[in-house]
C-alpha cells in the first residue's frame, strides 16, 4: 500500500509538471545524432569539451549554453555552427554533418530525437527556442 501510494503522488507530481511545462519539440532523429557523435568527436571536442562542457571554447550543453527563459534560438545557434564552426575552418563540413552534429548537440541538451530529420536550410532560419533540459 505504501509503495502504491508513493507511485501515486510520483504520477501526479509527473502529470502536474507536464502540464505547466511548455511541451518540448523533437527537432531531430536518432540516427542524425548518432553519426553527430563522432563528428563531434572529430571536428569540435578539441576546443568545446569531449563531453560538451567547454575548455577552450565555450561549453555546448547546459544552462551555461542555453539557459532555461534565455533568448537561445535554434537558428542563432545552427547559423554560428554552419558559418563559423569548426573556428579552424568554417564552412568545411557538409551540410549534412552539420545537421546531425546540432542534433547531437540537441541530445546532449535534453532534446528527445523524433521522426522529423533536422534540416539545414530550415534551421539556419529557425526562431524556435532553445532552452537546456539538461544543467
Ligand atoms: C579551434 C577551436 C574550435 C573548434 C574546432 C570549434 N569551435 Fe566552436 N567555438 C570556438 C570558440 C573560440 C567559440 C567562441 C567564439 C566567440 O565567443 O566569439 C566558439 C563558439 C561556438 C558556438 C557558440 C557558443 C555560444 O554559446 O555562443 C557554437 C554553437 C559552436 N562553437 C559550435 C561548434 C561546433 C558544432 C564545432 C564542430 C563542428 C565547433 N564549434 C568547433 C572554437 C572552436
Redesign the pocket.
Known sequence: MYKFSMAMVAGMALLAGVAHAAPVPALYTAQQANAGSG??AQ??A???GADLQGS?????AGQ???PAGGS?TLGG?FR??AR??????PGS?SHA??ED??AY?LKNNGYSAGSTPLAYSVSLTSTQPLAAQVK
Open positions: 563528428i563531434y571536428n569540435c578539441m576546443c568545446h577552450a571554447a565555450p561549453a555546448l551555461r549554453f542555453a537561445t545557434v554560428i555552427i563559423q564552426m569548426p573556428a579552424s575552418a563540413l554533418q552539420y552534429v546540432m548537440i
